[in-house]
């Protein structure tokens, strides 16, 4: 996939990219304003505001339409910030590219939707405008490479990916679940690809946002977009998510911003023993597993000789309470160990299955 980076185009290198803007277009003093604020900034190379918002329920504020493009247009000229909108369908599509909109963005409902991703991908066919993806709503990275994918298709080199987290059902502090391993997932996908962190909609409140975004640029994040508003008490979506430009201001300053690599010798060198060392470690653990494995292969052969069932539920359940325990007094977190003993379970059930249905 023919990717550029975002140096090429908007930010200097090793810059993480800063994007902030309100939830939603409101009014123009609202969006002149916020803008005019943020545009002091100078880390803050994208203003953002929604024109058209997907809302849950009717009658909800659904945005201000094409007239909150015109806004956008003034935002240009008089504080020079390029602007980024979220379009849905090729009607938004179309409207954004004939107002002059920098950049284009798809929301996390419509990247699970593949027939508005395509019919959106299929009106830039051709035109050079960045398209930045954000992550379906579902943990699924397929669906979001997908998008990607079609938009690439289309000739959109000028790409990045959004994590604004996932729908999670059971308890969190989030309103979206980061679930980092999916961003993760997705780089490994495609290394090229630039992934900018929402932590807006990933935190659903102001508190958790600087740790969010500290934690995003720890792991690598080529930059942020965070809802910003002049006042975010009053804001007709998000409320309880948006920054003043000040308190934002205060964050984007107190956040430390990490290179991915290091040029110093003695820095390099250290690194290098330290890796030795993980190297070394790492190949212990394979043979111990080795050696687990082998132990699992006999009782499995043994179980089938005297026609035992390969789950003992009790077995089980001392397996995970014993194991989390040990490593508890070690200071190893007991959800770590939990897991380690589900994936070391659901293969020693394959080994044992396979061994049962040997002839
Ligand atoms: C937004 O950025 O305001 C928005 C609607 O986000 P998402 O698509 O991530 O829910
Ligand atoms: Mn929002």
């Known amino acids: 996939m023919n990717i550029e980076p975002l140096h090429n185009w908007i930010t200097k290198p090793n810059e993480p990219l800063i994007i902030a803007g309100p939830c939603g277009a409101e009014t123009q003093e609202q969006v002149l304003q916020t803008a005019k604020e943020l545009a002091q900034n100078e880390s803050i190379k994208l203003f ?144 090229d690809l630039p992934i900018i962190c929402d932590p807006s909609h990933i935190c659903g409140n102001r508190e958790l946002i600087p740790h969010v975004a500290q934690k995003a640029l720890d792991l690598g994040m080529n930059g942020l977009m965070i809802e910003s508003h002049i006042n975010p008490d009053l804001a007709l979506s998000d409320a309880q998510q948006q920054l003043t430009p000040d308190a934002l201001k205060e964050i984007l300053n107190t956040l430390i911003y990490r290179q991915s690599f290091s040029k110093n010798p003695e820095c390099l060198d250290k690194l290098s023993q330290f890796r030795k060392m993980i190297d070394e470690v790492d190949d212990e653990l394979i043979n111990v597993l080795k050696k687990r494995m082998s132990v699992i292969e006999q009782i499995g052969i043994y179980k089938k000789e005297q026609d035992l069932t390969i789950f003992q539920l009790e077995r089980w359940q001392e397996i995970l309470r014993s194991r989390s325990q040990w490593a508890e ?31």
């Open 329 to 359: 007094k070690l200071g190893i977190p007991r959800a770590h160990t939990e897991k380690i003993c589900q994936l070391l379970h659901e293969e020693s059930i394959r080994i044992q299955t396979e061994i049962m249905n040997k002839k």
């Open 48 to 191: 953002r505001a929604g024109i058209w918002k997907p809302r849950t329920r009717p009658n909800a504020f659904e945005g201000v339409g094409e007239r909150g493009l015109e806004w956008l247009t003034i935002v240009q000229k008089q504080y020079g910030l390029k602007t980024t909108v979220e379009v849905a369908n090729a009607q938004h599509t179309e409207l954004a590219l004939k107002h002059g909109v920098d950049v284009l963005w798809i929301g996390a409902r419509t990247t699970g939707n593949p027939f508005s991703v395509q019919e959106i991908a299929d009106v830039v066919k051709g035109v050079d405008i960045p398209v930045f993806i954000k992550n379906p709503i579902h943990a699924d990275v397929q669906l979001w490479l997908g998008a990607i994918e079609r938009f690439s298709n289309s000739g959109i080199t000028k790409l990045a990916a959004i994590h604004r987290g996932f729908h999670y059902a059971g308890k969190t502090k989030y309103r979206n679940k980061p679930m980092w391993e999916l961003a993760i997932e997705l780089k490994t996908i495609l290394p």
